[in-house]
C-alpha cells in the first residue's frame, strides 16, 4: 500500500466538488483549520461526495458535519476494496469526531 497520508491538496468545497474523480477512493472532510472531521470511502468519489449535498437525506450527525466542514480532499485508490482497508487505518489514526466506527483496534473489519 502507498503511504496513507498523501491524498490531494485540501481544496475549499466550493472547488472541490468541482473537481472530483469518477474513481474508488478514500476522502476527509476537513475544517475550518483543517483538522479532519470525517473519512470516508467511495467506489465512485464524485457520485459519493456529490450524495452529501443532498441535505433532505442526510442524517442529523452528517449533516452538522457537512454545515461544519470548510475543505475537502481525497485520494484515488485502485480498487474499493483497497480504499475500505485504507479508510480503516486513517479512521484509527485520525480519530475523527463524526466517524462512528473503526475508532478502536477491536472494531473487526471484513473483507
Known sequence: MKDLHSPTQPWPLA????????????????????????????KNLKNRLNSYRVKA???????????????????????????????????RTYQPPFNVLLKDDKSPLYV
Not at 17 to 30: E, N
Not at 85 to 90: F, G, K, R, S, Y
Open 15 to 42: 472547488v472541490a466538488f468541482l473537481r472530483l474523480p469518477s474513481q474508488p477512493g478514500v476522502y476527509w472532510w476537513l475544517g475550518k483549520n483543517k483538522e479532519v472531521l470525517y473519512v470516508g470511502k467511495a
Open 57 to 91: 437525506d442526510l442524517s442529523p450527525r452528517i449533516r452538522e458535519m457537512t454545515v461544519t466542514a470548510a475543505y475537502l480532499q481525497w485520494r484515488i485508490l485502485p480498487s474499493e476494496v483497497e480504499a475500505l482497508l485504507v479508510e480503516a487505518e486513517l479512521i
